[in-house]
């Protein structure tokens, strides 16, 4: 059974610091580009950032440019997002999706990634909180 869990979330004052995991079960995440999203209450769901399965290339939100960092630890089926500079709009359920090999294209030609059509596999989402 494919499936993707991530972990990490929490709730931390503004200004402050996570990482959310995303472990991949069933199949060798290193085949995937793997992205990030988020949907805050009452609004949609959105891109945060993307890896090429081999961690090449990155794409990042507007938003969250120059604060988050996605990785990947191929080895161990892991993907990572580290987050600083947490404000109270980064509130949301984060999740991990693993995308389809137009993603890898994406990414390579700089076009758009944050399609959700582009992914296959999709976790269960894990709460961030920002909140003084």
């Known amino acids: 059974q494919l499936q993707l869990v991530e972990s990490g979330g929490g709730s931390v004052k503004p200004g402050g610091s996570l990482r959310l995991s995303c472990e991949a079960s069933g199949f060798a995440l290193s085949y995937y580009a793997i992205a990030w999203f988020r949907q805050a209450p009452g609004k949609e769901r959105e891109g945060v950032s993307a890896?090429?399965?081999?961690?090449?290339?990155?794409n990042y939100a507007d938003s969250v440019k120059g604060r988050f960092t996605i990785s990947r630890d191929n080895t161990n089926n892991l993907v990572y997002l580290e987050m600083n500079s947490l404000r109270e709009e980064d509130t949301a359920v984060y999740y991990c999706?693993?995308?389809?090999?137009?993603?890898?294209?994406?990414?390579?030609?700089?076009?758009?990634?944050?399609?959700?059509?582009?992914?296959?596999?999709w976790g269960q989402g894990t709460q961030v909180i920002v909140s003084s």
């Open positions: 999706a693993a995308g389809t090999s137009r993603v890898e294209v994406a990414l390579n030609y700089d076009l758009p990634v944050f399609r959700q059509t582009l992914y296959d596999h």
């Open positions: 890896i090429s399965s081999s961690g090449g290339r990155t």
